[in-house]
């Protein structure tokens, strides 16, 4: 099932009889966006005040807009939202970096790239590959993060050197 319906949450993943305040707090949410130019920067506190300013006869509680953000599946949701906007402004100070000469707009591409590319190895500090001849038990092989390959891996042939020494007959 995806996060995302159109731009919205997916109240889907959300269960309204198990958990009640978050799944009002997600259709406010949602009923918000529409209306809300910069919803993805408000915190919950924000939230709040402009839900009730829009249906002031049906206020959400504070205290379900708080639910609201520290949920994970929302977290994710702000997340990619947060890489949308910085990749957008990302090119946009990319094509203007070459023209102008203000040291502000260097500054922020190169905090930008830092920022992806610190965010790119990251994920890849996690990685652990194993090389191994003897075949994986059952429990092994069920884990979710193995994953058979027949071939080496690229990150792996990559930082494989291979030394060849040659005998040279000697007088």
């Known amino acids: 099932m995806s996060l ?39 915190d919950y506190y924000e939230l709040f005040n402009a839900y009730k300013l829009k249906y002031p006869s049906d206020p959400i509680p504070l205290s379900n807009w708080k639910l609201f953000r520290l949920d994970h599946r929302v977290g994710e949701w702000y997340d990619e939202e947060l890489k949308l906007t910085l990749i957008s402004n990302l090119h946009k100070i990319s094509h203007k970096a070459g023209l102008d000469k203000s040291t ?3 500054q922020t591409l190169k905090g930008l790239l830092d920022y992806f590319y610190t965010e790119d190895t990251k994920k890849d500090a996690n990685k652990i590959f194993v090389y191994t001849l ?26 494989i050197t291979r030394h060849e020494i040659k005998k040279t007959k000697t007088p």
């Not at 319906?5 to 993943?13: F, G, H, I, W």
């Not at 038990?137 to 690229?154: A, F, L, S, T």
């Open 4 to 42: 995302y319906n159109s731009l919205t949450l997916d109240v889907q993943l959300f269960n309204e009889e198990e958990e009640p305040e978050l799944y009002s707090a997600v259709i406010g949410f949602n009923e918000l966006h529409n209306t809300v130019k910069e919803i993805s920067s408000m």
């Open 104 to 106: 502000a707009t260097q």
């Open 134 to 159: 003897i075949p994986l038990n059952y429990n092994e092989m069920k884990n979710d993060n193995v994953r058979i390959v027949e071939h080496i891996p690229k990150e792996i042939s990559d930082a």
